[in-house]
């Protein structure tokens, strides 16, 4: 094997050591990660592939404490950065989760519609989110906000702004929620399958976005069924299966030299892409 832990950095970012999650229904428990470890480095572009229903989610939900009342996580989810230190992010208070959410970690659902309430204007969520965490006036958010519109591909921000969810598209509201979790400059974006409902076009401006975001120096856990994306931004690749990391390198080794027969089948299904990092 070419690639070490080295290339990657000194300190994670996120780290996530042996995260079990399981969820307790009437007559069954459903073991839906056993064990997984990660780590994201800073400056880094890390994605998580696998099947539908094998736990990618639920990873991002663990880690920003959302998962349902009806799951029971155990191992550990250290996160630092810069003067931000938590031990295990499993553990925190919910006056600490919530200064952490939005604000140094922030996840693009991949859901729009779970996530922006029908009756608040798109401006009135971006702002709320910039002002429950940063010391500005409201002109001052107001500009934040436009600008993270701007940069997530919304046209005509100011008009967007006074809108309400229902007036968007599913394309339109899926880059507000991407603004949202960009609007605050977290050190770690978790999105989940951010792309699925936006056209091609607008998707390789978001990927574009992505890389700059990583230019400036911040990190991403991409959650994609697109392996032209993977080739396209990842630094390193994860393969999940069935709850368990079953395959983890840099994307050539991933994509030049599988190991894992699960992952070589991942990639036989989708023969087309561009390795072009
Ligand atoms: N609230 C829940 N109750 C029971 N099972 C759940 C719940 N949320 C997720 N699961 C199960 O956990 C597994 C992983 O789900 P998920 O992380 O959403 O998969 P995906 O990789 O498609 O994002 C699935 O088997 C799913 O059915
Ligand atoms: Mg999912």
Known sequence: MHSNKSQRGQKPLLSIENLKVSFKLENQTINALKGISLEVYP??????????????SVTCYSILKLLDKNAKAEGKISFEADE?????????SDKQIRKTRGNKISMVFQEPSAVLNPLLTIGEQLMETVLAHKKVNKDEAKKICLNAMEKAQIPDP?????QYPHELSGGLKQRVVIAIATVNNP????ADEPTTALDVTVSAKIIALFK?????GKSILLITHDLGVVAEVADWVYVIKEGQIVEENNV???????????????????????LKT
């Open 43 to 56: 400056q880094e572009i890390v994605c998580l592939v696998g099947e539908s229903g094998s736990g990618k």
């Open 212 to 216: 700059k975001i990583k230019k400036e």
């Open 84 to 92: 931000e230190k938590i031990d295990n992010l499993l553990e925190t």
């Open 252 to 274: 050539y080794e991933i994509f030049e030299n599988p190991k894992h027969p699960y992952t070589k089948k991942l990639l036989e299904s989708r023969p087309m892409f561009n």
């Open 158 to 162: 100011e008009r967007r702004f006074n």
């Open 187 to 190: 050190y770690l974006i978790l």
